[in-house]
């Protein structure tokens, strides 16, 4: 007997039509609760799933609080070459606007895939899994033209004078062991040309390190041994590359000293050195008709600020370029342009300045500067390119005189 059966018969009124009655009420009840739990459940799996889901999608395609934009660009063969993460690679001229090239592949952003990309004068340059495809100036299909041997754990790319690229590759795998090589790929052909820089350890040889590691603490002579030991892998660089300006054949020499991180590239040209400062033996850039080298070893990128660039024309001059620390800067093909940003009290402060290569002269340019903080630029001296956080402009540069003087807006927003 229920309580309710119990309680109605206490008051002597326990008619069967009351019962039924009150059980029918009840069961209506429980199956109203059962209903509100299930749905309970049902929107906190909904709120579990959207979280991941929003969490890829913020990993996938930018970050946490970050643009849907790569800030990562690049001006060659007249076109500029960008990544939408979340659609993929495509290329733009004012003429024929944004033309894709990619789709993004979302299955591989979600487990972490990440693709580099590069150009030159010849072409478009980008990885995918362990190969590396191009796709030609003005057409929009892609060829591979390089595969890995071995499973890459990571990698970059960098333009390696008019025709090349340089790649900077880690493989990994459990027979691999250590092994990192940054070695030279002819961009027409695919063939790989030379290995700048070749370091491995094997396995075997990794593993009774690692335990030392594990058992002892840093400052044990033991564990310092173990360290250096692990730095000292064996590295093979290449004695020397050439490269090619006009009619002038340069040639980097290598330098090495004592120790293991020490060695240098020199820049030279029949056996006289161009600067008494090493260079680095990759991202190495055409600038117009001109190459661009970067100052110093282990650099940043070519259009990084505070880079120190040697750029070696064909007339035989040497000109040293430092771009600007404060600001965003390019190079374009004469000109080198610089973005330097200022906050201000009721608006941020914007300008824009070309410094001439040839003779290191700088102009400000006039331009309409919307309040946005500009992420990068790109210029081939006749557009230039700005990133902002969510969108794309390009620019026209108005010249007078033969030195540029303002920049036109084109296009507001290259992708919409």
């Given at each position: 007997?229920?309580?309710?059966?119990?309680?109605?018969?206490?008051?002597?009124?326990?008619?069967?039509?009351?019962?039924?009655?009150?059980?029918?009420?009840?069961?209506?009840?429980?199956?109203?609760?059962?209903?509100?739990?299930?749905?309970?459940?049902?929107?906190?799996?909904?709120?579990?799933?959207?979280?991941?889901?929003?969490?890829?999608?913020?990993?996938?395609f930018g970050g946490?609080?970050?643009?849907?934009?790569?800030?990562?660009?690049?001006?060659?063969?007249?076109?500029?070459?960008?990544?939408?993460?979340?659609?993929?690679?495509?290329?733009?001229?004012?003429?024929?606007?944004?033309?894709?090239?990619?789709?993004?592949?979302?299955?591989?952003?979600?487990?972490?895939?990440?693709?580099?990309?590069?150009?030159?004068?010849?072409?478009?340059?980008?990885?995918?899994?362990?190969?590396?495809?191009?796709?030609?100036?003005?057409?929009?299909?892609?060829?591979?033209?390089?595969?890995?041997?071995?499973?890459?754990?990571?990698?970059?790319?960098?333009?390696?004078?008019?025709?090349?690229?340089?790649?900077?590759?880690?493989?990994?795998?459990?027979?691999?062991?250590?092994?990192?090589?940054?070695?030279?790929?002819?961009?027409?052909?695919?063939?790989?040309?030379?290995?700048?820089?070749?370091?491995?350890?094997?396995?075997?040889?990794?593993?009774?390190?690692?335990?030392?590691?594990?058992?002892?603490?840093?400052?044990?002579?033991?564990?310092?041994?173990?360290?250096?030991?692990?730095?000292?892998?064996?590295?093979?660089?290449?004695?020397?590359?050439?490269?090619?300006?006009?009619?002038?054949?340069?040639?980097?020499?290598?330098?090495?000293?004592?120790?293991?991180?020490?060695?240098?590239?020199?820049?030279t040209e029949n056996?006289?050195?161009?600067?008494?400062?090493?260079?680095?033996?990759?991202?190495?850039?055409?600038?117009?008709?001109?190459?661009?080298?970067?100052?110093?070893?282990?650099?940043?990128?070519?259009?990084?600020?505070?880079?120190?660039?040697?750029?070696?024309?064909?007339?035989?001059?040497?000109?040293?370029?430092?771009?600007?620390?404060?600001?965003?800067?390019?190079?374009?093909?004469?000109?080198?342009?610089?973005?330097?940003?200022?906050?201000?009290?009721?608006?941020?402060?914007?300008?824009?300045?070309?410094?001439?290569?040839?003779?290191?002269?700088?102009?400000?340019?006039?331009?309409?500067?919307?309040?946005?903080?500009?992420?990068?630029?790109?210029?081939d001296d006749e557009?230039?390119?700005?990133?902002?956080?969510?969108?794309?402009?390009?620019?026209?540069?108005?010249?007078?005189?033969?030195?540029?003087?303002?920049?036109?807006?084109?296009?507001?927003?290259?992708?919409?």
């Amino acid at each position: 007997m229920t309580k309710q059966e119990m309680l109605l018969d206490v008051i002597g009124e326990a008619q069967d039509v009351y019962l039924e009655e009150l059980d029918a009420h009840i069961a209506k009840v429980k199956s109203r609760r059962k209903w509100r739990r299930g749905l309970l459940s049902a929107a906190c799996l909904c709120l579990i799933v959207g979280t991941v889901v929003f969490g890829w999608y913020r990993f996938a395609f930018g970050g946490a609080g970050c643009s849907h934009f790569s800030t990562d660009g690049i001006a060659a063969g007249g076109y500029f070459y960008y990544e939408m993460p979340s659609d993929g690679f495509f290329r733009y001229t004012p003429k024929e606007g944004s033309v894709r090239l990619t789709h993004s592949d979302l299955v591989e952003r979600m487990m972490g895939a990440w693709y580099v990309f590069t150009a030159n004068d010849y072409g478009f340059y980008y990885t995918k899994g362990n190969a590396i495809y191009r796709i030609r100036h003005g057409e929009t299909i892609s060829e591979k033209i390089y595969c890995y041997q071995t499973k890459v754990s990571t990698s970059r790319m960098y333009p390696a004078g008019a025709n090349d690229i340089a790649v900077d590759v880690h493989y990994e795998g459990k027979n691999v062991g250590l092994h990192n090589e940054l070695f030279i790929i002819d961009g027409i052909t695919g063939e790989r040309k030379t290995t700048i820089i070749d370091e491995y350890m094997s396995q075997e040889e990794i593993e009774p390190l690692r335990d030392v590691l594990k058992k002892k603490e840093p400052g044990d002579p033991a564990y310092d041994e173990a360290i250096d030991a692990l730095n000292r892998k064996a590295i093979t660089f290449a004695k020397s590359l050439t490269y090619t300006v006009g009619d002038r054949t340069l040639e980097l020499v290598l330098e090495e000293g004592s120790d293991w991180f020490d060695y240098a590239y020199r820049l030279t040209e029949n056996g006289k050195r161009l600067t008494d400062k090493y260079v680095e033996p990759y991202q190495v850039r055409t600038v117009g008709d001109s190459l661009a080298f970067v100052i110093g070893r282990d650099g940043s990128n070519i259009n990084y600020p505070g880079s120190n660039l040697l750029i070696v024309m064909p007339d035989g001059i040497e000109q040293k370029v430092s771009l600007d620390p404060t600001g965003e800067s390019t190079l374009g093909g004469n000109y080198c342009f610089t973005c330097t940003q200022w906050y201000g009290v009721e608006k941020d402060l914007h300008t824009i300045s070309a410094k001439r290569i040839a003779n290191v002269e700088s102009f400000e340019l006039k331009w309409d500067s919307p309040d946005e903080w500009v992420d990068a630029l790109y210029s081939d001296d006749e557009y230039l390119w700005l990133t902002y956080f969510d969108r794309i402009a390009c620019y026209q540069i108005e010249y007078s005189g033969g030195v540029p003087t303002a920049l036109t807006l084109i296009d507001s927003d290259i992708n919409k």
